[in-house]
């Protein structure tokens, strides 16, 4: 079975950081597709971005290119989302989620099997 923990949401001012975690289990980390989503009140859930666990290859949205970053630990089955540079815009509940056995990455909602309950990001001028 396969489950989702996130953690590392908070509230912080604009141009502070905060870094999410993910820790997962029952995946194939070796040919998993991981994702950060963000959903604001009123607005479509959007992917901000993915890594491929078999690679380590990444994507990024153009509206959080250069601010965030994501990485795995293999080890520990878990990826990260830092991010620096915070804006109001940020201020969403961001997901994890994940798409298992998989040679690629995907970045629409439908692609995804599995998700994380949610963390709130909240970013105030």
């Known amino acids: 079975q396969v489950q989702l923990v996130e953690s590392g949401g908070g509230s912080v001012q604009g141009g502070e950081s905060l870094r999410l975690s993910c820790g997962s289990s029952?995946?194939?980390?070796?040919?998993?597709?991981m994702a950060w989503f963000r959903q604001a009140p009123g607005r479509e859930r959007e992917a901000v971005a993915t890594?491929?666990?078999?690679?380590?290859?990444?994507y990024f949205s153009d509206s959080v290119k250069g601010r965030f970053g994501i990485s795995q630990d293999n080890a520990r089955s878990t990826i990260y989302l830092q991010m620096d540079s915070l804006k109001p815009e940020d201020t969403a509940v961001y997901y994890c989620?994940?798409?298992?056995?998989?040679?690629?990455?995907?970045?629409?909602?439908?692609?995804?099997?599995?998700w994380g309950q949610g963390t709130q990001v909240t970013v105030s001028s």
């Open positions: 029952g995946l194939d980390y070796h040919s998993t597709c």
């Open positions: 989620a994940a798409r298992n056995f998989t040679r690629s990455c995907w970045r629409t909602v439908q692609e995804f099997a599995y």
């Open positions: 890594i491929y666990t078999g690679d380590g290859s990444t």
